[in-house]
């Protein structure tokens, strides 16, 4: 079983940069493709990122490709986001998930979801 914790969340004005973190917990957690969702206030979850259990493979939604980066340390249980040239439109909760397919990833066919952490961007 994996439990994910996201973290880094907050605000920032348009054209800014947050960094979020998902630490996992697990023995398993290198097992796991990891994926970055989010949610707006009256919209459905969308599917932002994702990256294989090894890092070979990496996905991204249309919204933010070439501004959004992930990586992952499998030695430290943890996942990053990068986000720069941030957008008020980036607003969301931003939610970590784990699961074991990575193709189901970004149809959101994942294990474990973790709470979700605040994005505000500010125009």
């Known amino acids: 079983q994996v439990q994910v914790v996201e973290s880094g969340g907050g605000s920032v004005q348009a054209g800014g940069s947050l960094r979020l973190s998902c630490s996992a917990s697990g023995r398993s957690f290198s097992n796991y493709a990891m994926g970055w969702f989010r949610q707006a206030p009256g919209k459905e979850r969308e599917f932002v990122a994702a990256?294989?259990?090894?890092?070979?493979?990496?996905d991204y939604g249309d919204s933010v490709k070439g501004r959004f980066a992930i990586s992952r340390d499998n030695t430290k249980t943890t996942m990053n986001m990068q986000m720069n040239s941030l957008k008020p439109e980036d607003t969301a909760v931003y939610y970590c998930?784990?699961?074991?397919?990575?193709?189901?990833?970004?149809?959101?066919?994942?294990?474990?979801w973790g709470q979700g952490t605040q994005v505000t961007v500010s125009s």
């Open positions: 998930a784990a699961g074991v397919f990575y193709e189901q990833i970004r149809r959101g066919l994942v294990d474990y």
């Open positions: 990256m294989s259990y090894d890092g070979d493979r990496l």
